[in-house]
T-cell receptor, first 109, second 108 residues
Framework: EDQVTQSPEALRLQEGESSSLNCSYTVSGLRGLFWYRQDPGKGPEFLFTLYSAGEEKEKERLKATLTKKESFLHITAPKPEDSATYLC??????????FGSGTRLLVRP | EAQVTQNPRYLITVTGKKLTVTCSQNMNHEYMSWYRQDPGLGLRQIYYSMNVEVTDKGDVPEGYKVSRKEKRNFPLILESPSPNQTSLYFCAQEETQYFGPGTRLLVL
């Protein structure tokens, strides 16, 4: 069964304290792995797509990496404006997207 | 500017009263989806459409219908809403991973 698990469920960081969010998955025929940011009351905002193990993508303080079983979203020197829920999803061979439950990140000044 | 719009943004209704949530995209893309988001369950796909007149069930299609008569629009129809359909709904244009702003639905 296709499945995506994100950990931790919630993470509190001090401004400048780097950390990583985990997304582990099982899927039949991975077409791609997606990371999103979601602010309260808004739709998910696309961040990255990763297609194959070993691939990395960066955007400002965020860096996403991918292995055959999991992906990490590394946050370097976070700022309060990075506070949000971060969602991970995998696209199966059928083109269906399967989402994890998300990690709620709070960055304190 | 790329956009996915949904209407209404908020809706309170009663059990059994048919409703439609509209979704429109301005990107001329083919692949669109509807999701519902519930606390602790994450985003779950309701229906998706790969092209005009091509729709298919996602993970939680019971109680919902969709139509795709033109590429731009992908409405979600609840023929007889029930309280367990109270949720936050998102329409998405999948080819560039662009989500709409959401529709918060309360069924009494």
């Amino acid at each position: 069964e296709d499945q995506v698990t994100q950990s931790p469920e919630a993470l509190r960081l001090q401004e400048g304290e780097s950390s990583s969010l985990n997304c582990s998955y099982t899927v039949s025929g991975l077409r791609g792995l997606f990371w999103y940011r979601q602010d309260p009351g808004k739709g998910p905002e696309f961040l990255f797509t990763l297609y194959s193990a070993g691939e990395e993508k960066e955007k400002e303080r965020l860096k996403a990496t991918l292995t055959k079983k999991e992906s990490f979203l590394h946050i370097t020197a976070p700022k309060p404006e990075d506070s949000a829920t971060y969602l991970c999803a995998v696209q199966a061979a059928s083109y269906k997207l399967i989402f994890g439950s998300g990690t709620r990140l709070l960055v304190r000044p | 500017e790329a956009q996915v719009t949904q209407n209404p943004r908020y809706l309170i209704t009663v059990t059994g009263k048919k409703l439609t949530v509209t979704c429109s995209q301005n990107m001329n893309h083919e692949y669109m989806s509807w999701y519902r988001q519930d606390p602790g369950l994450g985003l779950r796909q309701i229906y998706y459409s790969m092209n005009v007149e091509v729709t298919d069930k996602g993970d939680v299609p019971e109680g919902y219908k969709v139509s795709r008569k033109e590429k731009r629009n992908f409405p979600l129809i609840l023929e007889s809403p029930s309280p367990n359909q109270t949720s936050l709904y998102f329409c998405a244009q999948e080819e560039t991973q662009y989500f709409g702003p959401g529709t918060r639905l309360l069924v009494l």
